[in-house]
């Protein structure tokens, strides 16, 4: 019988003469599991593999590889209930970890609910949180309503079928919306949905209305949208005109982002995460060249007001929501002009789902400095050029039909004395008092150049009324705005 061999010593053993920084060179060429398996062998070991500087390079070349410069300066990880990380629930917070190696473990907890066996982007998954917290935070205080439609997290096994990941994440903390109309829908309850019918105004990703053109896009849980997605399975597909970014995504799949209530408008994300919106008439468009970067514009233009809370279904209607004509002054796609103390703001929204293509909307709103107590609107005269031909020059009556009267701070709608004035039509009943803006949206027809055009002009208006004029009549000047595709679309 041959000698029994002698044991094998422990690991420690073996290195007796690694000092502190040999044994973290050692150490760090571990991954994460052996790493933590080092650190139960003894003390020593245990010290040396808890180093800050180990476990910051783990979590960098494991999930901030791609980004390594947005790797925080402290330990911030998502949000967990235990410091091991074992329980970590998606939310739009990050929060500071007691140490670099907590911090890694809650992002693996993280990664693993959310990404499975796919490597994650954690800087992605930062941009994403920090979009929606600036949304709640912004909804929480200026349209509460929409704050309450937001579902709990997609669950690991609803997540699991999505390939785009910019939108695994964004439904991993919140799994869109539920409206009002939603359960009345489910339960047949006619009576419930004509009571609620006005919810469909609170989608997370805003909306417009012009004449009964009516757009609501809201963000739906992945049970439905991943439902319309089969069901449609030909539609949501690309195209040949589309071949090198199927190319690129590996597939000609889409993936639902929004949704609008009228089934006319859609976004939705390729394989590589970008955003494309479906026009009827020309099939699948770019509307951004990533989701992650179109969803986190969407959370500033709400934050700062650019998209403002508004009517969405025109100045008549009670019902709120988000307005995506933008309404903060860029000078490109919306214009701000004050002429006498009457201050005129107009933008335009591309809607490639209708055969014009362009709306707008014009705000006014009299100063309280204005050199007249109020103002009857009488006469419009736009001047659209888009380039490619002689520029059209639209003169008439009123706007859609409206002769509105603006007073210092507010107005009212009083096409009475202007329809008679202009086409002999009967006495018509004065609209309610208003305080702030009166606005309106029309169409303006479809640019002959792809580079698009330009919209201008003035708006006549008599000091006092056209029933009781004060002073003589005076032009109001729309400042010149963009009628184009946007380099991000909404």
Same mark, same amino acid.
């Given at each position: 019988?041959?000698p029994?061999?002698?044991p094998?010593?422990?690991?420690a053993?073996?290195?007796?003469e690694?000092?502190?920084?040999?044994l973290?060179?050692?150490?760090?060429?571990?991954?994460?599991?052996?790493?933590?398996?080092?650190?139960?062998?003894?003390?020593?070991?245990?010290?040396?593999?808890s180093?800050p500087?180990?476990?910051?390079?783990?979590?960098?070349?494991?999930?901030?590889?791609?980004?390594?410069?947005?790797?925080?300066?402290?330990?911030?990880?998502?949000?967990g209930?235990?410091?091991e990380?074992?329980?970590?629930?998606?939310s739009?917070e990050l929060?500071?970890?007691?140490?670099?190696?907590?911090?890694?473990?809650?992002?693996?907890?993280?990664?693993?609910?959310?990404?499975?066996?796919?490597?994650m982007?954690a800087?992605?998954?930062?941009?994403?949180a920090g979009?929606?917290?600036?949304?709640?935070?912004?909804?929480?205080?200026?349209?509460?309503?929409?704050?309450?439609?937001l579902?709990?997290?997609? *669950?690991a096994?609803?997540?699991?079928?999505?390939?785009?990941r910019?939108?695994? @994440? &964004? #439904? $991993?903390?919140?799994d =869109?919306? +539920?409206?009002a109309?939603?359960?009345?829908?489910?339960?047949?309850?006619?009576?419930?949905?004509?009571?609620?019918?006005?919810?469909?105004?609170?989608?997370?990703?805003?909306?417009y209305?012009?004449?009964?053109?009516?757009?609501?896009?809201?963000?739906?849980?992945?049970?439905i949208?991943?439902?319309i997605?089969?069901?449609?399975?030909?539609k949501?597909?690309?195209?040949?005109?589309?071949?090198?970014?199927?190319?690129?995504?590996?597939?000609?799949?889409?993936?639902?982002?929004?949704?609008s209530? *009228?089934l006319?408008?859609?976004?939705?994300?390729?394989?590589?995460?970008?955003? @494309? &919106? #479906? $026009?009827?008439?020309? =099939?699948? +468009?770019v509307?951004?060249?990533?989701?992650?970067?179109?969803?986190?514009e969407?959370?500033?233009?709400?934050?700062?007001?650019?998209?403002?809370?508004?009517?969405?279904?025109?100045?008549?209607?009670?019902?709120?929501?988000?307005?995506?004509?933008?309404?903060?002054?860029?000078g490109?796609?919306?214009?701000?002009?004050?002429?006498?103390?009457?201050?005129v703001?107009?933008?335009?929204?591309?809607?490639?789902?209708?055969?014009?293509?362009f709306?707008?909307s014009?705000?006014f709103?009299?100063?309280?400095?204005a050199?007249?107590a109020?103002?009857?609107l009488v006469?419009?005269?736009?001047? &659209?050029?888009?380039?490619?031909e002689?520029?059209?020059?639209?003169?008439?009556?009123?706007?859609?039909?409206?002769?509105?009267?603006?007073r210092?701070?507010?107005?009212?709608?009083?096409?009475r004395?202007?329809?008679?004035?202009?086409?002999?039509?009967?006495?018509l009943?004065?609209?309610?008092?208003?305080?702030?803006?009166?606005?309106?949206?029309?169409?303006?027809g479809p640019?002959?150049?792809?580079?698009?055009?330009?919209f201008?002009?003035?708006?006549?208006?008599?000091?006092g009324?056209?029933a009781?004029?004060?002073?003589?009549?005076?032009?109001v000047?729309?400042?010149?705005?963009?009628?184009?595709?946007?380099?991000?679309?909404?």
């Amino acid at each position: 019988l041959s000698p029994r061999a002698p044991p094998c010593p422990k690991m420690a053993d073996t290195l007796p003469e690694l000092d502190d920084d040999a044994l973290a060179q050692v150490l760090g060429l571990l991954g994460a599991a052996d790493l933590d398996s080092c650190r139960g062998t003894c003390r020593a070991w245990r010290a040396t593999g808890s180093e800050p500087k180990l476990w910051r390079r783990l979590l960098q070349v494991t999930y901030f590889a791609g980004s390594p410069e947005a790797l925080p300066e402290q330990p911030l990880a998502p949000l967990g209930d235990e410091d091991e990380g074992v329980c970590v629930m998606p939310s739009s917070e990050l929060g500071p970890a007691p140490s670099w190696r907590v911090a890694f473990l809650r992002w693996h907890a993280l990664s693993r609910r959310v990404d499975g066996p796919r490597p994650m982007d954690a800087a992605l998954w930062m941009q994403i949180a920090g979009a929606w917290a600036r949304l709640e935070r912004a909804l929480r205080g200026r349209m509460p309503a929409i704050k309450e439609t937001l579902c709990s997290p997609a *669950s690991a096994e609803q997540l699991a079928v999505l390939h785009s990941r910019g939108l695994r @994440y &964004i #439904h $991993a903390i919140h799994d =869109g919306q +539920e409206l009002a109309l939603d359960r009345f829908m489910l339960a047949q309850d006619n009576d419930g949905v004509r009571a609620n019918r006005d919810s469909v105004c609170l989608g997370l990703f805003g909306g417009y209305s012009v004449y009964n053109h009516r757009v609501h896009m809201r963000m739906h849980p992945l049970q439905i949208s991943v439902g319309i997605a089969t069901s449609w399975e030909s539609k949501f597909k690309l195209g040949e005109a589309h071949a090198d970014a199927i190319a690129l995504a590996g597939s000609d799949r889409l993936e639902i982002v929004s949704v609008s209530h *009228s089934l006319s408008r859609f976004f939705a994300v390729d394989c590589a995460d970008v955003l @494309y &919106i #479906h $026009a009827d008439l020309g =099939g699948w +468009e770019v509307a951004a060249p990533s989701l992650g970067a179109w969803f986190c514009e969407h959370a500033r233009r709400v934050e700062d007001g650019t998209h403002r809370i508004g009517h969405v279904l025109g100045p008549e209607s009670p019902a709120e929501g988000i307005m995506l004509f933008p309404c903060r002054v860029d000078g490109e796609f919306c214009s701000r002009e004050v002429t006498q103390g009457i201050e005129v703001v107009a933008s335009a929204v591309y809607c490639p789902e209708h055969p014009q293509t362009f709306c707008y909307s014009l705000r006014f709103l009299m100063h309280p400095d204005a050199p007249h107590a109020s103002a009857q609107l009488v006469r419009r005269r736009w001047l &659209i050029s888009d380039g490619s031909e002689e520029p059209r020059h639209v003169v008439g009556d009123g706007v859609v039909g409206m002769f509105p009267v603006l007073r210092r701070g507010g107005g009212y709608r009083d096409d009475r004395q202007a329809k008679q004035t202009f086409s002999g039509a009967a006495s018509l009943a004065k609209g309610k008092e208003r305080e702030g803006w009166f606005e309106y949206q029309s169409f303006s027809g479809p640019m002959g150049s792809a580079e698009g055009g330009k919209f201008a002009g003035d708006i006549m208006f008599v000091p006092g009324s056209l029933a009781a004029p004060t002073g003589e009549p005076f032009a109001v000047s729309v400042a010149p705005f963009r009628l184009a595709r946007a380099p991000l679309l909404f």
